[in-house]
C-alpha cells in the first residue's frame, strides 16, 4: 500500500451502491472507521485454558496439553492425538469436525479424523490417503472441500483438496523447488493461501488457488501479506510492515464498492464465519482494550463486536468459527474468560 495518508469514512453504514463510483484505490484505500457494536456473548463453561468451538449443537475441546480433543454433541466422541504427538487444528462447522494430530518429533504425516456429523461417519487422513498428508503444514476446512499439504513429484510441496462429498482427493497447485505455502482458508467463495520463496527473509504472496492454477491478489504490498480470505464477492487480507515485528499488521479489504483500509490487527487472527470477516486487534495504550473487529461485506462496515474486560496488557485468541457460533478467549489482568455468540 501507498505511505500516502488514506481518505478517511465512517462504516457503519452502507458507503456506495453499484450506481456510485468506486472507494478509494489499491494505492489509497478509503479508511474504515469502527463503529462499536458488540454481539451479544456468553461464557463458555470450563477451564479458559481448553480451546473451545461452538457450534449448532456440538462443542470440540482441546485441552491445554493437546494431548487430545472432545466432541460433544449428540453424541460423545473423544479422539487421542497419539504417541509423541498434539492436536494442532480443530475445527467445526454445521456438517463437520475435522481433528489433526502432529507428530512432535517431525517423524510421522499428520493423521486427521473427519466427522460427518449428521451420520457419525468418520474417515481418516494419513500417509495412505490419496493424496497422502505430510509432517506438519497446512489445513482448512471449507463447506464443499477440505485441503492439506502433500507431497509432489520432485520434492516439491502441493495442496491436496479433499471433496467432502465422496471422500476423493487430488493434488493441485504444487509449490516451486524450496519454496513453500501455509494460511489456507476456504469459503464458498474460494481457497486462499499464502505462498512464500527461500529467500531471507521470505517473499510471501497471498493468492486464491483452484486446481494447480495460482491468482495473486491484487492489490496487496509486494512480499508482505499475511492472513487472506475470499467472502460475498470480496478479498480480505493482511500484511506486516515490518518482519521484526511478525505479529503487527494492518487488514484490507476490496469490494466492488472499492478499496478500504481496516486499520491495525493481529497477524494470523483473521476468520471468517456466518458471512463476516473477523480479525483482532491489541491495545493501543494502556487504556484501550482488545478488540474483535468485525467487517462486514455487504454493509462495508466496520464494526467492534467484542473488547476485553481488562485494558492495556491484553490480547485475545483468534475467533473460532463453529458455523453458526463464533468463540473467543480473552486474556487479561482483569480476568481471563471464553466466551461464545450466535451470528445470524
Known sequence: MSASPPHTIATGTPTSSPSESALGTAERPEAAVPVSSPLHWTPVPGSTKDVVTVGDGWTLTVPADGAEARLRGRTTRTFPAGAHSSITDASLDADHALVVS?????????????????????TVLDAHSDPPTVVGGTWA?????LVHATSGSGHRYCLATVDLADGSGTTGWCAQPRHGFSRAAITADGTTLMTFDDHHPSCRTLSSVQGSDLTPFPGVTDCKGWDSALLDGTSIWSVVPKDRRIEAARFYAHTD???FDLGPGTSGSLVTCAGSAFFTRDPSSRSDPARLMRWAPGTHSLTIAYQSKGTGNAFLSPARCGGTHLTVTAYSQAGDEQVTTRLG
Open 102 to 122: 502432529e507428530d512432535r518429533l517431525a517423524q510421522d504425516p499428520d493423521r486427521a479424523v473427519l466427522v460427518d456429523l449428521s451420520s457419525g461417519r468418520t
Open 141 to 145: 476446512l471449507g463447506p464443499r472441500t
Open 257 to 259: 464498492a472499492g478499496w
